[in-house]
């Protein structure tokens, strides 16, 4: 039985105008750009995880809190853009730029915790998250992934941080790996020498062929 009641409930998720899309991945990797082709390609809803008006706060959260106090800021995010997903998907398809495996991914990645310790925090709360129709686990060499940082316009500490950061990045790396083996709405897509276009029309083709059936 899960423990959440009364008002801490989702509600009844909103189906059948369209499938709930996720892209994940380390950052740089091109899931902004991609989130908005699909978005515009599908006529979906699309959003980022956590929300963007969160997006403030997480430099504040990241350097001033924790990892505890951390943890619950970006769950709070997760569990908000779910909120934000059944509004959606009454209208239509959506198309969310990360979700519950970045959360777990990162936070295990940056506390060099062990990533079954955090899914064991958010397991109480699963219930109330609507679970994607599929998430596409997007990989790239190390090549591909430094060109695509050189021209990312919102490059940050974090981004410093995962390239800088004495094995942060092969740590996410695995952590996607671990996410997507869990995962049974995972596609792994590898996107080197492809460009965004391209890996709009694999989706595109995955979502077509798979969910119609």
């Not at 940056?110 to 079954?116: G, N, P």
């Not at 990312?152 to 790396?173: A, C, Q, S």
Request: aromatic residues 8%; hydrophobic residues 40%.
């Amino acid at each position: 039985m899960s423990p959440l009641y009364g008002a801490y409930t989702p509600g009844a998720p909103a189906r059948g105008n369209g499938p709930f899309i996720v892209l994940e991945g380390v950052s740089g990797i091109g899931k902004s750009t991609l989130a908005r082709l699909l978005a515009e390609r599908l006529n979906a809803g699309a959003l980022h995880t956590v929300p963007d008006f969160y997006m403030p706060w997480a430099p504040v959260m990241n350097a001033n809190t924790r990892a505890l106090p951390q943890f619950a800021f970006y769950l709070s995010g997760v569990l908000h853009a779910s909120d934000i997903v059944r509004s959606h998907l009454a209208r239509g398809a959506v198309v969310s730029d990360r979700y519950v495996s970045s959360v777990l991914a990162y936070h295990s990645a940056v506390h060099e915790l062990d990533m079954a310790q955090v899914a064991e925090l958010l397991a109480p709360f699963r219930t109330y998250l609507l679970a994607p129709d599929r998430t596409f686990y997007l990989r790239c060499s190390n090549r591909t992934l430094r060109t695509r940082m050189a021209h990312k316009r919102d490059y940050n500490r974090d981004d410093h941080d995962m390239i800088t950061v004495p094995g942060r990045l092969e740590r996410l790396r695995s952590n996607f790996g671990k996410a997507a083996a869990d995962d049974p709405s995972a596609v792994i897509i590898d996107t080197d020498d492809r460009t965004p276009g391209e890996l709009a029309d694999t989706i595109i083709d995955h979502l077509t062929t798979e969910l119609s059936e």
